[in-house]
């Protein structure tokens, strides 16, 4: 399968999304610039981490007008698979793909630490080779990751089981001090109505070789290449 | 020289969302003694200056910007003051 990971200026997770893909699972990977309008040939978008447009005004908001997100989501709407991870998500989320918006983190500090995540749904493109339940650790980096969403939306992700991560003990506990930035309801990743697009926090692209501490994040990948290849 | 005219744009943190900044100045605030002050919310002010024009349309327009792009209706509210 082939792997599209757009990069926008201040992107900083790019080559490890294209690493990963290319050199870890031994898939076709492809940077696309954001003013590209060229996505032809791509099974999954990756947008990736880092701080795109400096951030500025907002995190993600002025990466949402990037042209290459006209080309995303009409990708998306087709029911391309669309990944978003830590700025990804915030673009999906001030781009209108994914409900919520992500704030400031509650204590004001960036926080660049392992943590531990459930899979609450593990019935979607991104996470079927994980267990129902199971607790992945996996580090968080960012300074913004404070998933909001207003009461009523939050109903309509739990019930509908949109709730794909959330942070929990190690234990799989879901606690409210296992939160580490002051998410609504713990959570560390959501997905679209149509279950196609995927937005989280934490950084699987960095849990995928055991020289860097945790394989946790091959599942994604690995859910990932399972359906589509 | 074009004239101009000014826009002022004061975005909120809408009701319910949390605002760890303003927490932080509250904290600060009580801590020197400023014991009176029981809720700090931190918002962004914003002066725009655009090329003259009436003021319904500058306001129409510059609401159309807050929507677009200054403010997160999901998380914000925003005013809007011409001249």
Not at chain 1, 106 to 134: A, H, M, W
Not at chain 1, 190 to 219: F, Q, W, Y
Not at chain 2, 42 to 55: A, I, P, W
Request: proline share 4%; aromatic share 8%.
């Amino acid at each position: 399968m082939k792997f599209g990971v757009i990069v926008y200026p201040g992107s900083n997770c790019d080559h490890d999304c294209y690493h990963v893909a290319k050199h870890v699972f031994g898939q076709e990977a492809e940077y696309v610039w954001h003013k590209s309008h060229d996505i032809k040939g791509f099974d999954c978008l990756v947008l990736p981490g880092g701080f795109s447009y400096g951030d500025y005004l907002r995190v993600g908001a002025i990466a949402r007008f990037s042209p290459v997100m006209e080309e995303v989501k009409r990708f998306a709407e087709m029911g391309g698979l669309v990944i978003g991870i830590c700025n990804g998500f915030q673009i999906l989320c001030e781009s209108g793909l994914l409900p919520g918006a992500l704030i400031m983190n509650r204590e004001l500090k960036f926080i660049c630490s392992d943590c531990f995540i459930r899979v609450e749904n593990n019935s979607t493109p991104f996470t079927r080779t994980y267990g129902k339940g199971q607790v992945l650790e996996i580090p968080i980096a960012h300074a913004d990751g404070n998933y909001f969403v207003d009461e009523e939306t939050l109903k309509g992700l739990e019930d509908s089981a949109r709730i794909v991560f959330r942070y929990s003990t190690a234990a799989g506990e879901i606690t409210p001090g296992a939160i580490p930035n002051g998410a609504v309801a713990n959570i560390a990743g959501i997905i679209n109505e149509k279950g196609n697009v995927l937005g989280m926090m934490p950084h699987p692209e960095r849990a995928c070789e055991r020289e860097l501490g945790s394989t946790d994040g091959r599942g994604v990948f690995e859910s990932l290449i399972k359906v589509l290849v | 020289m074009i004239k101009t005219m000014k826009a002022r744009v004061y975005i909120t943190l809408k009701k319910g969302v949390l605002d760890p900044q303003g927490k932080a100045v509250m904290g600060a605030l009580n801590s020197l003694e400023f014991k009176e002050v029981t809720d700090v919310r931190v918002g962004k002010f914003m002066e725009l200056e655009l090329e003259d024009s009436s003021r319904e349309e500058a306001e129409k327009r510059v609401r159309k910007m807050c929507e677009k792009l200054l403010a997160n209706p999901v998380i914000e509210d925003y005013k809007v003051e011409i001249g």
